[in-house]
């Protein structure tokens, strides 16, 4: 009868093998998965633009920003042609790590001139590349005899930057830190457009950047979150399908509910050329990604600055491709009325060694070697977030403003309206039970299209007052571990609250309990990139429950208890909601280690974002109790923010862990 008892209480369905049907345990998106383009409204599309521009800045580590450095840019070893010159260049886009390449200046002519960035791409010379699919010094010498003035920048591991470090850089423990690839190539990006424009002879407001395949990749990525790129030409790149195959291209969390199609018309309204191919994944783009990136345009009214062109080839930057590019940047960057006249001239490549930048010189000698460039860039980005440890109100909502957002981009988190979360009692579900004290009913949660589900039991005293208290309650087991198996009756924990008048929900997080067993692998090549982890999709599910109750009008106040793990994954989704008390066990975990992170809490960016630093300064000042932090959960800078903001009572720490009994007391008289 006890065991009866005990499964009418803890589980939803009367069915012990019934189980929900999440949407989200569905096989993982991947890098070849095919991608529909919504139909965005104009509103839809700013917010969406605003949320992916940041989204894009998190992960590649960009928020909080590090400290502005200098380049310490050398210029030397020029070569003089009639009308142009090459010289070799590099500079530091952070401290010992250095940006490399050739920069071409027109001859002769007077500036100042408009500038070009230009990334090479995966072909198998970089930058000094010359073959008829693809060339990089053709484009360069073209572009510097029409007028601009041209920066070609290696790609990291390739030609002068193998030097430092390898081309596949960055794994999970990078990634933690918004550290990868691509992170340091659109560092690389960001400094050489912040080179160009140390130059007297560069319009600081006329920055053009091309490239192709993983340089195209670069192009529509730097222009996403640099503002100060006004004209764009991804080559071969862009597609519905294959969003690009190489780690440089694929940083964890970067195509969450996207494509390179929403990252390429984060460009508009600025002009955006897509060229592309017959011989490879960009062969729709006619009827497929350029009318969908054209419908971002015409919210702008900027039709006119958004074009295409294919060419019958294979995957290239080849001759037409190029002249393609000329004609556009001309228009847009010269103000040329006959595009019909920038034709490729015959150009002359250098020597490899005449354009290497070590070729016949070494390292600086502060070069960072690759083991040493993630201590250094944690070194950066402590840094920065203990600068904007908040001293008072004041800068606690600047904290705020910045950090909110950034730690829900890192989560991947969609904070619903109370409208928009559904609460339904399934087909097959036990009915209301009523004890003696209190009844027990068993529902289901979820996001309006979104096919996410989460069984939860909600306990109430009978009869019931109305706008009574909540109390959430996360087991890291599921909701199961809260039905005393031998009584088959609530723990202590959930009949103390409800004899303080207060209801009480639990809940099975993603994963746990009433989950069934998913498809999904997070094994599969650049899972992050596409798929939130469990870890993320469980503090979504302890979210989606606190803003059901927190924006609705009928319920007074709402409080949170997470145990075990679970208090983690609470006290990072607690900072997000108008929460009274939250209440969490550290499960003595260790939020100083990466080790720590990769095991329990695999998130990307989660450590550049400052994980329970910024999780609980978003917390404060409401009540909040951290326990069981034994002396690895460091707790000294929520601390001191409650400290500086005059609610130090409003915290409560403890090393050793509390129990369920204590818990519920404290909850219930705060």
Not at 599 to 606: E, N, Q
């Amino acid at each position: 009868m006890a065991e009866q008892r005990h499964h009418e209480l803890a589980h939803v369905f009367a069915d012990a093998t019934q189980t929900v049907n999440d949407a989200r345990g569905a096989a993982s998106r991947d890098v070849n998965t095919p991608y529909t383009f919504p139909k965005y409204t104009k509103e839809e599309w700013t917010k969406k633009g605003e949320a992916l521009r940041l989204q894009i800045r998190v992960a590649n580590g960009l928020v909080p920003e590090h400290e502005p450095t200098p380049f310490n840019a050398q210029v030397f070893g020029k070569i003089e042609r009639d009308d142009y010159t090459v010289e070799k260049v590099y500079f530091e886009a952070f401290p010992g790590f250095f940006t490399t390449g050739n920069l071409y200046r027109p001859k002769g002519k007077t500036g100042p001139f408009p500038g070009i960035v230009t990334p090479h791409g995966h072909w198998g010379r970089g930058r000094l590349e010359d073959t008829e699919r693809g060339s990089i010094p053709a484009r360069c010498i073209n572009f510097v005899k029409q007028g601009y003035v041209v920066f070609s920048y290696d790609m990291i591991g390739v030609n002068d930057s193998s030097k430092q470090l390898e081309h596949h850089y960055g794994r999970e423990r990078e990634g933690l830190w918004g550290l990868g690839g691509m992170a340091l190539q659109l560092q690389n990006g960001i400094r050489s457009i912040d080179f160009l424009q140390s130059l007297p002879d560069v319009d600081d407001e006329r920055i053009g950047c091309t490239g192709a395949s993983g340089g195209g990749t670069q192009t529509f990525i730097l222009t996403a979150v640099d503002e100060r790129v006004k004209v764009s030409a991804p080559v071969n790149m862009i597609s519905a399908t294959m969003q690009g195959g190489c780690r440089c291209e694929n940083a964890p969390n970067l195509r969450l509910d996207a494509s390179n199609l929403e990252i390429a018309a984060l460009a508009a309204p600025r002009p955006m050329l897509l060229v592309s191919c017959t011989g490879d994944w960009t062969k729709e783009t006619q009827t497929v990604e350029y009318p969908a990136i054209k419908s971002i345009y015409t919210h702008f009214d900027a039709e006119d600055k958004i074009h295409h062109v294919q060419v019958d080839a294979e995957h290239n930057y080849n001759k037409e491709s190029r002249e393609a590019v000329y004609a556009w940047f001309a228009k847009w960057l010269l103000g040329a009325k006959d595009m019909s006249a920038f034709k490729e001239l015959p150009y002359q490549v250098e020597s490899d060694d005449a354009l290497l930048v070590f070729s016949d010189r070494e390292l600086p000698k502060n070069a960072l070697k690759q083991e040493e460039i993630l201590p250094a860039w944690v070194k950066l980005s402590q840094k920065a977030i203990e600068k904007r440890k908040p001293p008072n109100e004041v800068e606690h909502q600047k904290f705020r403003e910045e950090m909110v957002s950034a730690l829900q981009s890192s989560l991947g988190l969609h904070l619903p309206e109370s409208d928009e979360v559904t609460l339904v009692e399934p087909e097959g579900a036990f009915p209301t039970t009523y004890q003696r004290d209190f009844s027990a009913q068993h529902v289901v949660l979820g996001r309006t299209g979104v096919g996410d589900a989460i069984p939860a039991i909600l306990f109430r005293t009978e009869p019931l007052v109305g706008h009574d208290p909540v109390v959430v309650v996360v087991h890291p087991e599921g909701k199961e571990k809260l039905i005393d198996a031998e009584t088959g009756q609530p723990v202590p924990m959930i009949t103390d609250l409800l004899s303080s008048d207060r209801k009480v929900l639990t809940i099975d997080v993603f994963g746990v309990g009433e989950h069934g067993e998913y498809e999904r692998s997070e094994e599969t090549n650049f899972f992050t990139t596409y798929n939130r982890t469990t870890a993320a999709l469980r503090i979504q599910d302890i979210l989606t429950t606190l803003l059901y109750y927190t924006t609705r009008g009928d319920v007074s106040e709402v409080s949170l208890i997470g145990i075990g793990e679970a208090g983690l994954w609470a006290l990072l989704a607690a900072g997000f909601t108008n929460i009274k008390t939250v209440a969490v066990d550290a499960a003595q975990f260790d939020n100083g280690s990466d080790d720590a992170y990769l095991k329990t809490l695999p998130i990307p960016s989660l450590r550049k974002v400052s994980a329970f630093r910024t999780a609980g300064t978003l917390t404060a000042p409401r009540n909040l109790i951290i326990h069981n932090t034994g002396d690895v959960f460091d707790t000294a800078w929520i601390q001191d923010v409650y400290e500086n903001l005059g609610m130090g009572n409003n915290l409560l720490l403890r090393k050793e862990i509390m129990s369920e009994a204590e818990v519920a007391g404290r909850v219930a008289e705060l």
